[in-house]
């Protein structure tokens, strides 16, 4: 540990220089060192001889930056000394062997070029906390200072009385000492005064979890001695019946833990430790697994139809020429079993797999699925897990011991020794694009870039591809194969389009449900069938208006209408998680008259309950699943048929699948077909297909009701015959001609700052500058249609470029060349500016 007494009144500015002013005597190499920071580029330090045979890429390095020590990651070594600078030394090299393999360091890499960030923010998403350690603020006592405490006032007089007795205190216990979190200035003031200095120090997050375990003395193994104790014994009757209870469970589990022990003998800690003074029994403490596994095992309990065998054959087949194949599956047509097939083949040849899916509610069912199959050669990893059990996951994967994770995007950048196969199930589904913070990744396109680094193949599943994905196979970079029939030859769902401009309501808005649906849902419950009920908003009532002036309450951090969640009894913004009390009263006109407009899940959910007041109803939304378990809970009770009827957001329409569903209800198509964005039809009938394909998977008898009041738009047509081919066409053509993707790429750029002219003006700099090579290519400045998100306004660029590799990097290489010389400028140095390559 490195003390800083030189910190003096620089110890709490991050503006000290980087780099050591003098030579350094004995290092023998350099390190480029990552560390899990936003910075322009890596830095490099110089490793001291004593680490040179220790030092290789992949390990963690504790280094200093600017007063704060970091654990990062080596990147590379070389020998020569960097001109212009002399480099810090290391610290502290953390790990034996590497933690990061060079095919993840090479994904970091690209991910930073490809999307415009750093690969500090990549390490960040990258690496589970626990590993990035913390750097913990330490206050030192100056035993130079002597105890004349004079000529401080109350608070430091609190500090320096305490320091003088303890010699050495926390941050958060200096806070407890003065009751106050902002304890900054006091510190400072210390430090001026020569009380105290800082000093920074590590400290590893990571802790193995330990269980105490019981076992018999050696001398007992003998069981002539051990039935002469058990005969002998005459005092302390607990002890003799907890010395049976350990024999009982020794004989039926095999190894005894001393929670298991107490609880079956119903004995004390101080009776165990009794037999244990007595040198009759021992305890010991291991280090055990947070993550429970199953036996491994592969046990495929299906065969697969004609057709599937066919698609899983093409597969193969293709792998053998392309690196990606795209299977385009309708709804129900047995993708998993196909998928689950190939696992098997890459298990028996020792390789990896991944299974990635867009969502972690989706890992729930597919988890139980895959362990039917796998047992314990499959892992789960996603962001609900503890940083301590993430920590297990990723040395299990590391070490090749994990031979099948099933994860969302973040899986992405696990460990993998032997990666085969990559599969990206529901790909062409928008949550594997990451929005914030950066790395502003497309997982999909990751995970191609990532099966390259190990020579592995990639199988894209859908049943309504990405266009993009359809265009690169229709033109040849991707293999295609087609599942053109439901597994066991089960019909489609009916779709029946629902004009609620001809329902009849007593009031004004629009109809949440009509008459047809309450019909159709009342048979479905009549012949003991499930429903799911769609609705792409979640809470009460998206907005409330003044029924005498159109005043509606809005969020006082972001221009967006609150929405209204009645269970809460609140008002809320789902930009900027900020919730109010409900309003009573018009700040503009007085009045008391609220209505309440459109409608979302919570109202739906209300409105079906006392519709179908004997029916079990259930919502699936963000507000209701909050837990680990949460969203696995409700789907198993979703299958076992103890729901009826189930409303739900986006997560209802996720590759779930149930079996006794044969009623599927749009609630507002209206709201799918109006958003401003050139991807509006294809996520519409992506989101309706999908929502579609859950009625009627096992006996055909499906039927899905579409509320709408645009009865001629023509993606509607689309659903109905559920022809993914035609939306394409119609869509390709639309792309095509307004030079949109797949045809090109797009970086959009944002800026983002507290006054809206200042905002702007950087944006217009920004067009200014790249005028020159790229006049034709950016639209903009605008300001989008939320254009201001925590009291920060927005305004926004459009560049689309050619697919061409060159002028790519070159544009992006000006923007960072213009948002550098932006920033330079006083004026627009708070400006944040954000690139976003490929944004969805």
């Known amino acids: 540990m490195i003390m800083d007494e030189t910190a003096g009144n620089n110890s709490f500015s991050l503006f000290e220089e980087t780099y050591s002013s003098t030579p350094l005597q004995g290092m023998g190499a350099y390190a480029e060192i990552i560390i899990p920071l936003a910075l322009p580029q890596n830095y490099t330090w110089a490793v001291p001889q004593q680490y040179s045979s220790v030092i290789q890429p992949g390990v963690r390095a504790e280094v200093e930056l600017k007063n704060k020590k970091y654990a990062g990651v080596v990147k590379r070594i070389f020998p020569q000394k960097p001109e212009g600078f002399n480099p810090k030394p290391i610290l502290n090299v953390l790990d034996k062997e590497p933690v990061i393999h060079p095919e993840q360091l090479k994904l970091w890499q690209w991910i930073a070029n490809y999307y415009m960030c750093s690969e500090g923010e990549v390490m960040q998403a990258a690496v589970p906390s626990n590993f990035k350690l913390s750097s913990e603020t330490n206050i030192a006592w100056n035993e130079e200072r002597g105890d004349d405490f004079s000529d401080l006032d109350d608070e430091e007089f609190l500090v320096a009385e305490a320091l003088s007795i303890k010699k050495e205190l926390k941050l958060n216990e200096v806070q407890q000492i003065l009751d106050a979190s902002h304890v900054y200035p006091v510190i400072k003031r210390l430090i001026d005064k020569q009380v105290c200095f800082v000093w920074e120090e590590l400290k590893e997050k990571y802790k193995v979890k330990t269980e105490t375990y019981i076992r018999l003395h050696p001398v007992y193994n003998d069981e002539a001695k051990l039935e002469k104790i058990v005969n002998e014994w005459s005092k302390a009757p607990k002890q003799m019946e907890l010395l049976l209870s350990y024999l009982h469970l020794l004989k039926t589990e095999g190894e005894v833990t001393q929670p298991a022990l107490l609880k079956k003998s119903n004995a004390t800690q101080a009776q165990l430790k009794g037999l244990i003074d007595k040198n009759i029994l021992i305890a010991e403490k291991r280090s055990i697994t947070r993550i429970q596994t199953l036996p491994k095992d ?7 139809s004609p057709t599937q065998q066919l698609a899983a054959d093409d597969i193969l087949n293709i792998f053998n020429e392309k690196q990606v194949c795209l299977l385009h599956g309708i709804t129900s047509s047995g993708k998993t079993q196909v998928y689950i ?9 020792g390789k990896q797999v991944l299974y990635m899916l867009p969502e972690v509610a989706l890992t729930a069912q597919m988890i139980r699925r895959l362990q039917k199959n796998f047992g314990g050669y499959i892992a789960i990893y996603h962001h609900k897990f503890n940083a301590n059990e993430r920590v297990e996951i990723w040395n299990k994967v590391k070490s090749g011991e994990t031979k099948v994770v099933l994860g969302a995007r973040s899986s992405l950048f696990l460990p993998f020794k032997d990666l085969g196969l990559i599969i990206v199930d529901e790909e062409h589904d928008s949550s594997y694009k990451q929005q914030e913070p950066a790395p502003r990744y497309h997982a999909r396109d990751a995970a191609i870039y990532s099966a390259s680094l190990f020579n592995a193949k990639v199988l894209l599943g859908s049943a309504t591809p990405s266009l993009e994905s359809y265009y690169n196979a229709q033109t040849g ?8 029939e439901r597994f066991g030859n089960v019909a489609m769902p009916v779709i029946e389009i629902v004009d609620v401009t001809k329902v009849v ?7 949440m449900v009509s008459p047809q649906l309450k019909e159709e849902i009342a048979v479905s419950l009549e012949q003991h069938k499930q429903v799911i009920l769609f609705q792409n908003r979640r809470g009460y009532s998206p907005y409330l208006i003044c029924g005498v002036c159109g005043w509606i309450p809005q969020c006082r951090n972001c ?10 009894n609140k008002l809320a913004c789902h930009y900027c998680g900020t919730t109010y009390p409900v309003v009573t009263t018009c700040l503009a006109c007085g009045s008391h008259q609220f209505i309440q407009r459109n409608f979302g899940t919570e109202k739906i959910d209300e409105l079906i309950a006392a519709e179908f007041p004997s029916a079990r109803t259930a919502r699936m939304d963000y507000d209701s699943i909050k837990g680990k378990h949460d969203h696995d809970n409700l789907i198993r009770l979703f299958e076992q048929q103890k729901i009826d009827i189930l409303t739900g957001t986006q997560m209802v329409v996720k590759g779930l699948d149930f079996e006794h569903v044969n009623l599927v209800g749009i609630m507002d198509a209206d709201g799918l077909l109006n958003f401003a964005d050139f991807r509006v039809n294809e996520r519409a009938f992506q989101l309706m297909e999908q929502v579609s394909g859950r009625a009627g998977r096992k006996d055909g008898n499906g039927k899905v009701l579409l509320q709408v009041s645009n009865i001629h738009h023509p993606v509607l047509q689309f659903v109905q015959a559920h022809d993914y081919g035609a939306m394409y066409t119609f869509e390709i053509n639309n792309r095509k001609q307004f030079f949109y993707p797949p045809f090109s790429r797009i970086i959009q750029i944002t800026f983002r700052h507290k006054e809206s002219h200042i905002a702007e003006e950087a944006a217009h700099h920004m067009v200014q500058g790249l005028k020159h090579n790229f006049e034709k290519n950016v639209t903009g400045p605008a300001e989008p249609v939320v254009n201001r998100i925590r009291n920060q306004y927005l305004w926004e660029l459009l560049i689309k470029l050619p697919k061409d590799t060159g002028i790519i990097q070159q544009c992006k290489r000006e923007i960072f060349q213009q948002v550098a010389i932006i920033q330079s400028n006083k004026r627009y140095r708070a400006v944040n500016i954000i690139p976003d390559v490929d944004p969805v």
């Open 505 to 511: 309501q007593k009031e004004k808005g629009k109809v």
């Open 477 to 484: 970079k991707y293999g295609i194969v087609t599942l053109n």
């Open 559 to 568: 221009d967006v209408t609150l929405t209204y969640h009645k269970a809460k």
């Open 298 to 304: 592969v046990k495929i309990d299906f065969i697969l």
């Open 341 to 349: 097939k190939l696992i098997e083949q890459y298990i028996k040849q």
